[in-house]
Structures are given as structure tokens and as C-alpha cells.
């Protein structure tokens, strides 16, 4: 069974960091293209950044390119996101998702369960 | 960049048909894709490559495309198919992902 748990979620102040962690289980880690979405609160999803499988290709949106920063270890089948000089409109859930392997191809067919991070004083 | 665009709402009743459009503002190269969320849950894959299905989601869900916009269809509407729906795609060269501003479907 394909799993993704994320983890490290929760309150930082105006303009600190945090790192979200999200483990991998039931499939190759290695063989998967890897996503972060987020969803502030009562709010639609928002694409954040890829990392193809082996971390040479790595994508942000505009929202966070300069202050949030991918990474991965398949050898621990985990997934990071470093978020520095977080703001308030950062608050949301953020959720990792497993990218399909199939070239020219691009849908999340499994996702976390997610991990809140509220930035606030 | 682009961006694609979903009505904010759509409303039937038990057993008709609820149909979702995504349009987008420039042709994209890449497909469509649709995904089903609950509250309090995370998003589930329901339509892949514009009419793909996978094999969990039931058949009454259908995606089309007729040029930048495509759809998805949910036939014989039942109560547990209220949530919100979201079409996501990506640019040309593959390398961003966008969604779409997300559909609310109310089963009246």
C-alpha cells in the first residue's frame, strides 16, 4: 500500500523556518517524481515545487522560489521542503505528492494526508 | 504562465448529471487532470489524461476535452459525490504544475 506520511507542521513566527518532512512507504521512492501542494485555509490547492526522482530537475512556483527549498533522500525514502522567511499568507496545510512515472505526464496519483503550518505572532 | 479557469459552483440534484469545465487561457500540450476532495481529507485522483479513469473511482465519473477546455463529468449524481473538484495541468515544457480554482458541487 502506498503511503506518504508528512510531518514537522506547526506555529513559527513572521519570518522564521521550519522543515516539513514526508515519508515514503509501499512503492520505489526512487523511481517517483515528487510534489509539494498546498491549500491555505478555505482555499483551492496550489502547486509549490517538483523534484524528479533524482533531484536534477527541481521546479518552484513563483510563491516561494527564493525562500522555500526541495530536496530528497531515497535512501530514506523521504521527501523535505525547507521554508525560510515564512509569512502569513504561508499558513495552509501542505501536502506531498507522488507524480506519476510516466514521461510527458504529470497528475498526482497519491498524496499525504497534509501537515498545517501556521505562521503567526 | 497560464491559467485555468472552473466555475466556482455547480448545483443538481440526486441522479442527474453534473458536468465541470476547465478552460484554459493558452493551449496547453499537456493533459487534463481531475481530482475529488472532502473535507478534512486530501485531494483523490479521480480522471487522469483527460478521460482516464482509475480503476477504484466509480464509472459514473468521465472526463472529455474538446480543445483548451476540458470537463468532468459525473452521471447518476449520488450524496457521498459532494465536494470539491479541482482540474490541474501543466505548462508546455512540463515543468510547472497549475490547478484550477476549484468547483464546489452541492447535491441538492
Known amino acids: 500500500e502506498v503511503r506518504l506520511e508528512e510531518s514537522g507542521g506547526g506555529l513559527v513566527q513572521p519570518g522564521g523556518s521550519l522543515r516539513l518532512s514526508c515519508a515514503a512507504s509501499?512503492?520505489?521512492?526512487?523511481?517517483?517524481?515528487m510534489n509539494w501542494v498546498r491549500q491555505a485555509p478555505g482555499k483551492g490547492l496550489e502547486w509549490l515545487v517538483y523534484?524528479?526522482?533524482?533531484?536534477?530537475?527541481?521546479s518552484y512556483a513563483d510563491s516561494v522560489k527564493g525562500r522555500f527549498t526541495v530536496s530528497r533522500d531515497n535512501a530514506k525514502n523521504s521527501l523535505y521542503l525547507d521554508m525560510d522567511s515564512l509569512r502569513a499568507e504561508d499558513t495552509a496545510v501542505y501536502y506531498c505528492?507522488?507524480?506519476?512515472?510516466?514521461?510527458?505526464?504529470?497528475?498526482?496519483?497519491?498524496w499525504g494526508q497534509g501537515a498545517l503550518v501556521t505562521v503567526s505572532s | 504562465s497560464y491559467e485555468l479557469t472552473q466555475p466556482p459552483s455547480v448545483s443538481v440534484s440526486p441522479g442527474q448529471t453534473a458536468r465541470i469545465t476547465c478552460s484554459a487561457d493558452?493551449?496547453?500540450?499537456?493533459?487534463g487532470y481531475w481530482y475529488q476532495q472532502k473535507p478534512g481529507q486530501a485531494p483523490v485522483l479521480v480522471i487522469y489524461k483527460d478521460t482516464e479513469r482509475p480503476s477504484e473511482i466509480p464509472d459514473r465519473f468521465s472526463g472529455s476535452r474538446s480543445g483548451t477546455t476540458v470537463a468532468l463529468t459525473i452521471s447518476g449524481v449520488q450524496a457521498e459525490d459532494e465536494a470539491d473538484y479541482y482540474c490541474?495541468?501543466?505548462?508546455?515544457?512540463?515543468?510547472?504544475?497549475?490547478f484550477g480554482g476549484g468547483t464546489r458541487l452541492t447535491v441538492l
Open positions: 523534484i524528479s526522482w533524482g533531484s536534477v530537475t527541481i
Open positions: 509501499g512503492f520505489t521512492f526512487s523511481s517517483y517524481p
Open positions: 493558452a493551449l496547453p500540450k499537456g493533459h
Open positions: 505528492a507522488r507524480e506519476t512515472s510516466e514521461n510527458w505526464v504529470y497528475y498526482f496519483d497519491y
Open positions: 490541474q495541468s501543466a505548462d508546455s515544457g512540463g515543468v510547472y504544475r497549475i
